[in-house]
């Protein structure tokens, strides 16, 4: 099994450009999350699914868009990219059992500039 | 912010010391959760403590819990250079949804 899966690991963009991170899970969990990750910032949530068909924003939701577009796959948009923007961006998962306990699986992060 | 805070934010020790992460938290919590991310890579979930544990072992690690001042340590014990690694806290807040607050991470370098 992959576990959790994020394309494209590397990518630059000019400023205004839009793009859409992907994330693909194969261990059937429920629950779907999008991080990003800045120097001395730690991990800070942008939004979550928590099941198939709903997404809330988390910490710092603006400037982004999310798809549940299935149980397996998670998409966060940028619709127009700003230099604030350019961090290292993470997926994780989670079964979500009601319980609040089980960890969270983490893909191994896109990195994106934006000049 | 919601965020909670690691210190030290780097600690460099040589192997065979042992090593002491600590973390404090803002909310009332579900459980805490501490991971590591080795350079360049994704998060890998080592342990998890419940609000209503004090201490917990898994192999090397030890996690302690103090739910009054809203404090956890991490201690990995007779440290490698395969430790090197940077090491996150992440709090579950009480209520039902499934999110994690993150720390900003302590950077753990064990030199050979």
């Known amino acids: 099994n992959a576990g959790v899966t994020q394309t494209p690991k590397f990518q630059v963009l000019k400023t205004g450009q839009s793009m859409t991170l992907q994330c693909a899970q194969d261990m059937n969990h429920n629950s779907m999350y999008w991080y990003r990750q800045d120097p001395g910032m730690g991990l800070r949530l942008i939004y979550y699914?928590?099941?198939?068909?709903?997404?809330d924003k988390g910490e710092v939701p603006n400037g982004y868009n999310v798809s549940r577009l299935n149980k397996r796959e998670f998409s966060l948009r940028l619709e127009s990219a700003a230099p604030s923007q350019t961090s290292v961006y993470f997926c994780a998962s989670t079964p979500s059992q009601g319980t609040g306990t089980q960890p969270q699986h983490f893909g191994d992060g896109t990195r994106l500039s934006i000049l | 912010s919601q965020q909670g805070e690691e210190d030290p934010q780097a600690l460099s020790i040589q192997e065979g010391e042992n090593a002491t992460m600590n973390c404090s938290y803002k909310?009332?919590?579900?459980?805490l959760q501490w991971y590591r991310q080795n350079s360049g890579r994704g998060l890998v979930h080592l342990i998890l403590i419940r609000s209503n544990e004090r201490e917990k072992h898994s192999g090397r690690l030890r996690v302690t819990l103090d739910t009054s001042k809203k404090s956890s340590s991490l201690l990995i014990t007779a440290s490698r250079a395969a430790d090197t690694a940077s090491y996150f806290c992440?709090?579950?807040?009480?209520?039902?949804?499934?999110?994690?607050?993150f720390g900003k991470g302590t950077k753990l370098t064990v030199n050979p």
């Open positions: 699914s928590a099941s198939e068909g709903t997404t």
């Open positions: 909310t009332s919590i579900n459980n």
């Open positions: 992440a709090a579950r807040p009480q209520g039902g949804s499934e999110k994690l607050v």
